[in-house]
């Protein structure tokens, strides 16, 4: 009986210790399942946008103006991070979020010295206070210790390592060592000096009152401090450690990362919630658009702005981007290569491609450049003036408007719009399409952006297939899908071959003629008032677009994309040049069929006649009641003249002379034998009615 009710005591104690530690682990389970660590607060990071090879273009801080930029410990000096464990955490790697060891012993130290020598605060620890601050206190420091253990649980180490490299304060609003390592060193941690090192490992345990820009003093010592603990624990000579405390300070903080201001963010809003992002982007090449689109944005005047776009054509890769000639000036916070304006001209080679496409007309088809009215609408050419027939590779390199107007007559406006909206541009058109009134968007009726031009042009480089623009360079390399297509393969090398003929910009000398001088296929265009200016084309596997202009939409009086536009791609293709040791300035050989025999003369049988005398709108000057003028057309057949309805009569050699009763306006009307209709709207004026 004695021996035995020891034994159920220890049973029952037994039972009940066993018992407790069982409600205490579920206990722990049940709040680390209900309460578990902010992880997720920690993946709040500053976005870097990075070139096509990695350099840093632009970073973006987060909230409250903090640059907090995400680590990453293959990124990070390795002497760094053994420095760092060696200070604040040695047995980071062999404890579980709390190190008894050093509980143990900075207890220990507490009680000899009755002060608190040393923390015993563990990486993780100080990663979970940072992720959820609290009050330095006890409670708060239990919290930290089942914080950490909760974090190792979800967490590798390296993972804890590099959140805790993430959020460490460097005062101010720096936030990171990266961070820190832009700010102090102008650089990422990448490779580190042993003083800078130093630095680094300081600052985050008293970072107000260690900033080397406020408190020099304090920075110093405290850098001197950690180099002698690091002497101390072998992992530098005493020598060098005195050479490095030695080291100047940074006494200021360095830009973070800010080029391509624009570009870098389409390269964000395409990335995601990634931290960073590879794009396309050539650093060199970016760096030599800013300053050529400045230059001509200077050369404009106050008020003007500029933006461009170099496109890879083969992998649609972005490889330079503007947005504008900077932020200092009117419009330059805006990407003015996403901003819709009328790309006047430049979307005339897409209207002949149609043509091609349909088979109606040929490079060397011969068409009318005559004064010609479509109903309401009665385009002019730039100049004012008519060349009779021509070409219609000679009306697209001289960018004549009356032939672009009757060639998309016969292809249909509608259709021309949705060819470019199926190819991936995004045109804006006022109104409708239908009718004489949609001719316009053959002469820049519509508004598309510097985006758009590219998606076309790099369409026309790559024989008719239509692609969108990669901005991260995982889209470059792996180009899924089947492409769009807006023209056939045959039909858009006939019109790049077009293009590559148009003439050279004054000071440039023709490919033709000079060894050095590149192969551009360029188009450009003035939209209606001078109120934008444009420069499209390719060259050597490279599409480019050049905009400027007043970004409120003012026009500028004989402004002209030939005269600002055009100097700027050609400078640009020379940019690519310098910075491409691939680019090869050489237009492709190919050869041209023979224009068919059908395709001679644009729309021979089909045409209305075309009146030459008087032209629309012209004012007649009558000397003397009874003056006649003798009427003129082209047309099929035989032509019949009338006046306000009534037929014209024939002078003695049959040409018809139209008599005015007297001063007014007047309809001239012309038909041909198969009906065919055009009208004339005059003024007659006399003497005696001039006034």
């Not at 680590?71 to 040695?90: G, H, V």
């Not at 395409?270 to 060199?284: I, K, V, W, Y």
């Not at 010609?372 to 730039?382: G, L, Q």
């Not at 009874?626 to 009338?642: D, H, K, M, P």
């Amino acid at each position: 009986m004695s021996l035995a009710l020891p034994t159920t005591r220890w049973r029952r104690w037994g039972a009940c210790a066993g018992a407790a530690l069982l409600t205490g682990v579920l206990t722990l389970i049940a709040l680390d399942l209900h309460f578990p660590p902010p992880i997720k607060r920690g993946q709040v990071v500053s976005f870097v946008a990075e070139d096509r090879e990695g350099r840093p273009l632009r970073a973006f801080p987060v909230e409250n103006g903090r640059w907090r930029l995400a680590a990453d410990l293959e990124r990070i000096d390795p002497d760094f991070i053994d420095a760092l464990l060696l200070i604040e955490d040695q047995r980071f790697y062999d404890h579980w979020g709390v190190d008894p060891l050093a509980v143990l012993r900075a207890s220990g130290q507490a009680i000899q010295r009755g002060r608190i020598v040393s923390g015993a605060s563990t990486i993780t620890m100080q990663t979970a206070r940072l992720l959820e601050p609290r009050p330095r206190d006890l409670g708060s420091k239990i919290i930290e210790a089942f914080r950490a253990i909760q974090l190792e649980r979800r967490l590798s180490k390296d993972e804890i390592l590099a959140l805790y490299l993430t959020h460490t304060p460097y005062g101010g609003n720096l936030q990171g060592v990266r961070a820190a390592s832009w700010a102090w060193f102008g650089r990422e941690p990448d490779t580190l000096t042993p003083d800078q090192i130093a630095l680094l490992i300081a600052l985050p345990q008293s970072p107000e009152v260690r900033r080397p820009d406020l408190r020099p003093a304090y920075a110093e010592a405290s850098r001197a401090a950690i180099l002698t603990r690091l002497a101390d624990a072998g992992w530098i000579s005493a020598a060098r450690a005195d050479d490095a405390a030695t080291e100047a300070l940074p006494r200021q903080r360095n830009a973070f990362p800010a080029d391509a201001w624009h570009a870098a963010e389409a390269v964000r809003r395409r990335a995601g919630d990634a931290p960073f992002a590879r794009s396309t982007l050539d650093m060199r090449l970016q760096a030599e658009a800013e300053r050529i689109v400045e230059q001509i944005a200077s050369a404009g005047g106050s008020g003007v702005q500029a933006s461009a776009l170099v496109i890879e054509i083969e992998t649609r890769a972005v490889r330079a981007l503007v947005g504008s000639a900077g932020r200092n000036r009117a419009g330059g916070w805006l990407d003015l290569t996403a901003a819709p304006r009328s790309p006047g001209s430049t979307l005339k080679p897409l209207v002949y491609g149609l043509a091609f496409e349909d088979g109606i007309a040929a490079p060397e088809t011969l068409i009318e450049d005559l004064p010609a009215r479509f109903a309401n609408y009665r385009p002019e050419n730039f100049d004012r003036s008519f060349r009779g027939e021509v070409t219609i590779a000679d009306a697209l390199q001289h960018s004549l408007n009356v032939p672009a107007v009757r060639v998309l007559d016969e292809v249909g406006a509608a259709r021309f719009a949705s060819v470019l909206d199926h190819a991936g541009a995004r045109p804006q058109i006022p109104g409708a399409l239908e009718g004489a009134s949609g001719l316009a968007v053959a002469l820049g009726g519509l508004g598309l952006s510097a985006q758009d031009l590219g998606v076309i042009y790099a369409a026309l480089g790559d024989s008719g297939r239509a692609r969108p623009l990669a901005f991260l360079q995982n889209d470059a390399t792996t180009i899924d899908g089947a492409p769009r297509r807006l023209l056939s393969a045959e039909s858009a090398d006939d019109i790049v071959d077009v293009l590559y003929g148009s003439p050279a910009p004054p000071g440039r000398m023709p490919a033709h003629l000079s060894q050095s001088a590149p192969d551009i296929a360029y188009k450009t265009g003035t939209s209606y008032g001078f109120r934008d200016a444009w420069a499209a084309g390719i060259s050597g596997g490279y599409a480019v677009v050049v905009w400027t202009g007043r970004p409120d939409g003012a026009p500028r009086a004989g402004v002209t994309g030939r005269s600002a536009a055009l100097p700027a791609l050609f400078d640009l293709v020379d940019a690519i040049a310098r910075t491409d040791p691939h680019f090869n300035p050489r237009r492709p050989a190919r050869q041209t069929a023979q224009t068919p025999s059908a395709l001679d003369r644009f729309a021979r049988d089909g045409e209305p006649p075309v009146i030459l005398f008087p032209p629309e709108d012209a004012e007649l000057w009558a000397e003397h009641e009874g003056r006649g003028f003798v009427l003129s057309a082209r047309g099929e057949g035989a032509l019949s003249w009338y006046a306000d309805g009534e037929p014209v009569t024939r002078d003695a050699g049959g040409s018809p002379v139209f008599t005015p009763s007297g001063p007014g306006f007047y309809e001239l009307a012309v038909v041909d034998e198969a009906g065919r209709t055009t009208r004339s709207n005059v003024q007659v004026r006399m003497p005696d009615a001039a006034s």
